[in-house]
């Protein structure tokens, strides 16, 4: 039997794309979506409104990708009523993350600030390219289109966190946000740079460098597709976990 989907923020970017991929697949039935912004026309049968509370009981997994505040009221709803959730919003406090881990107690939650295989495969690399240059100055650069709203992107958070990791340091100690007037480099620092303008859907650069040699790693997203792919696998793999707290990492190697 088809996994019956909804979709949190369908009218959205991501939400369009997750439809779009959603009903040429098979395994899953969209069955319809909440909006607070214009409600996109998905043909007969696929429901649109804006009471999660009447759609949960048709759906086994929501899909959200709204804001912070409304993705943790949604994905609480969601675990409250016993359905599995997943969430890619990214700019979530510190609180509201620990909001959606507790839900988690209830229904399984799978989280990622970014679903593409791309990344998270480089995300498990990193460490060891930071181990192996590790007096090399580290930076990251993203640039997305101009209505993104949290700054810098999700992504660029989880890569400094895994450099930081590797380096054994806190990365609210490491970190610097852009440079603006005198601001020399400082020894270990991990510059997090974040530029927006037009429509590209996620483009992050790493750079090692010391005097003599760069490496620049880029990961350029081609389409929102790629996430919108990540994030129906997701809800296949978090509809067979117990009640739970589960990442990327965890789907990619199959553990959990
Ligand atoms: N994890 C990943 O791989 C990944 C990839 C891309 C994007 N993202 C993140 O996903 C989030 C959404 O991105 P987007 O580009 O799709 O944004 P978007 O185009 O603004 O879509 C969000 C949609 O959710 C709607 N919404 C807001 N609150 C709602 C609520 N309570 N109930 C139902 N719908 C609600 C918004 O409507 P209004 O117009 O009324 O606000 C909007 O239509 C962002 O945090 C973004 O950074 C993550």
Redesign the pocket.
């Known amino acids: 039997m088809a996994i019956r989907i909804g979709i949190?923020?369908?009218?959205?970017?991501?939400?369009r794309e997750i439809a779009a991929a959603a009903v040429l697949d098979p395994a899953l039935e969209l069955i319809g979506g909440?909006?607070?912004?214009?409600r996109p026309d998905l043909g007969a049968g696929i429901e649109i409104g804006?009471d999660?509370n009447r759609l949960l009981p048709h759906i086994d997994v929501l899909i959200d990708?709204?804001?912070?505040?409304?993705t943790v009221?949604?994905v609480e709803a969601a675990a409250a009523a016993g359905v599995a959730a997943v969430s890619?919003?990214?700019?979530l406090s510190e609180e509201q993350l620990t909001a959606l881990r507790r839900a988690g107690a209830r229904a399984p939650v799978f989280y990622?600030?970014?679903?593409?295989v791309g990344i998270n495969a480089l995300v498990a690399f990193l460490p060891q390219l930071v181990q192996a240059l590790d007096d090399y100055d580290i930076e990251i650069v993203e640039l997305h289109h101009r209505?993104?709203?949290?700054a810098p992107?999700?992504?660029a958070l989880v890569l400094a966190e895994a450099i930081a990791a590797a380096r054994d340091v806190s990365l609210s100690d490491t970190a610097t946000y852009g440079r603006h007037g005198v601001a020399p480099r400082q020894h270990g620092e991990i510059g997090i740079h974040a530029l927006r303008g037009g429509g590209n859907?996620?483009e992050h650069t790493v750079l090692f460098a010391d005097e003599g040699e760069e490496i620049q790693i880029v990961h350029r997203a081609l389409s929102?597709k790629t996430?919108a792919l990540?994030?129906l696998r997701a809800a296949k793999f978090v509809l067979g976990q117990a009640p739970g707290f589960y990442g990327m990492e965890q789907m990619l190697t199959r553990l959990g």
């Open positions: 949190g923020g369908i009218g959205g970017r991501m939400g909440v909006e607070t912004g214009p804006d999660l990708f709204t804001t912070p505040a409304a009221e949604n890619g919003v990214t700019g990622s600030r970014n679903m593409s209505h993104k709203v949290d992107s999700g992504t859907t996620g929102r996430f990540g994030a």
